[in-house]
């Protein structure tokens, strides 16, 4: 009997029961069956500083009391002032004036628009198309989608989406260009110039790209030199770079911000995730100030939600903000990290495990049919699915992620464990999904109820 058994909940998966959640501490998830899952991706690659931080709760108890809601038009607070100053100081360069969204796609929503209003405001008003690359995923709203490179998510909603111009991804396992790094020379990124030039310059606001690519490509490092020859391409033409740091910062790479690896300052970085470490909804775009002052000077930003600049939301953040400088866990990620790709390395014997790849706390584990040609498996085969089932039926969660290799098919997971994890709790997650992929390659996996799964000790 599932526990919710005339459930109203319109689920995000339909046709399979999902246990309840009763408690989380660090890196441990627990059930009301009183299972204990080994919360190895902090869900969607979003818990960093660990499940149950009282401290963040309390700040955004203490918040709620004193004033929980005034409109962004009418009123600033001072966690969202306060908050703003201190993320100033890991932002890059003058990067650094903070406009507070409720999510991910949001924030890629504002950062299109303000580059078109930007645009507007110097006098330039036939800039307005968003370059993407080919594999990326910048959302789920109709915009933020179209500029996704993501097709088996796309497919549905085509004549909803809007065409956007697109350049190869930075993705070298399955480089979109079939070339290999080095002898490339990294044409992925000369192809982003070449698309500006084809559509005219003159008609191109922006370059949307991750520093590392999330969970389209599994992790995906772009070679060294491609950030800053973006960085280059975008200064030559006069558009924007927006770099979507959504999934890469708050230290998920092992930097505060995944484009400190290549020193790029982009014109307007998008955030989400761990930026609340997951204790409640948020996004936000940190833009250059001579943006704001161009919008400024124009009359204003024509956009905003009911809940942006929001005071309970600025105070989680500003509470995660303080765990993640107190306790050092940008560096332990750095730390965590050698450890946890030491650990996932003999993996890579796997017959059906065709790369591992990340930085940080960051990984992907691609499958694949043949290791010699990358072939991917038959997407009815479900593979990335069938793995994270047998996973979670062990006690680990882990993040499948499908369409990697050529929109459709293409297998991972990844792993993205909190901050906070052990070098015991890593060794507990990595070997629990080299069991469950020892019985991988015998039959195609069908995803079985979790209910089914035992209990772990
Ligand atoms: N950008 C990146 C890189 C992401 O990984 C995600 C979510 O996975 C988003 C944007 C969208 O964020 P949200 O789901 O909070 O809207």
């Known amino acids: 009997m599932p526990p919710w058994p005339d459930s109203l909940v319109f689920r995000r998966v339909l046709g399979r029961e999902l246990p309840t959640i009763a408690r989380g501490e660090g890196v441990w998830l627990e059930d009301t069956e009183g299972r204990r899952y080994l919360d190895g991706s902090g869900g969607a690659v979003v818990v960093n500083i660990g499940h149950g931080r009282r401290e963040v709760a309390e700040a955004m108890a203490r918040q709620a009391e004193t004033a ?80 996704s490179g993501r097709p088996n998510l796309q497919a549905p909603y085509l004549p909803l989406l809007a065409s956007t111009p697109e350049a190869a991804a930075p993705f070298c396992y399955r480089c979109p260009l079939g070339r290999t790094y080095p002898d490339c020379v990294v044409a992925c990124v000369d192809e982003v110039e070449t698309v500006i030039e084809r559509e005219g310059p003159e008609t191109v606001a922006a370059v949307i790209a991750e520093p590392v690519l999330g969970a389209a490509a599994g992790a995906a490092v772009p070679p060294d030199e491609y950030g800053q020859r973006l960085r280059a391409i975008c200064d030559r033409h006069r558009v924007l770079l927006i770099a979507d740091e959504v999934m890469t910062g708050f230290g998920r790479t092992g930097r505060f ?48 939600f009911t809940f942006s600049h929001h005071a309970v939301t600025a105070a989680a953040c500003l509470a995660t903000l303080d765990i993640l400088e107190r306790e050092g866990l940008v560096e332990r990620v750095r730390e965590r990290g050698e450890r946890l790709f030491g650990l996932l390395e003999p993996l890579r014997a796997h017959p059906h495990v065709g790369d591992v790849r990340g930085r940080g706390l960051m990984a992907g584990i691609e499958l694949v049919a043949d290791k010699a040609t990358r072939r991917p498996f038959p997407r009815a085969e479900r593979r990335a699915e069938g793995l994270a089932a047998r996973c979670f039926e062990r006690g680990l969660v882990v993040y499948p992620s499908t369409g990697c290799a050529n929109g459709t098919d293409g297998d991972l997971v990844m792993l993205a464990p909190p901050f906070v994890v052990t070098e015991d709790e890593l060794g507990q997650a990595v070997s629990i999904l080299a069991s469950a992929l020892d019985d991988f390659g015998r039959s195609p996996t069908r995803l079985r109820p979790t209910a089914s799964r035992p209990a772990r000790s």
């Open 68 to 147: 929980a809601y005034v409109h962004g038009t009418q009123f600033t607070s001072g966690p969202l002032e306060e908050y703003a100053r201190r993320l100033s100081a890991h932002a890059p360069g003058d990067c650094n004036r903070l406009y507070l969204v409720s999510g991910g796609s949001e924030a890629n929503e504002t950062a299109v628009k303000l580059a078109r209003a930007f645009h507007l405001a110097r006098g330039e008003p036939t800039r307005h198309k968003v370059v993407r690359r080919s594999i990326g995923y910048h959302g789920n709203t109709l915009a933020t989608l179209a500029l």
């Open 257 to 304: 911000f995944a484009g400190e690896w290549s020193g790029v300052v982009p014109d307007v970085m998008t955030l989400g995730k761990g930026m609340s470490g997951g204790y409640v909804p948020v996004g936000g775009v940190l833009v250059r100030e001579e943006i704001v002052k161009a919008l400024e000077h124009a009359g204003g930003f024509v956009h905003g």
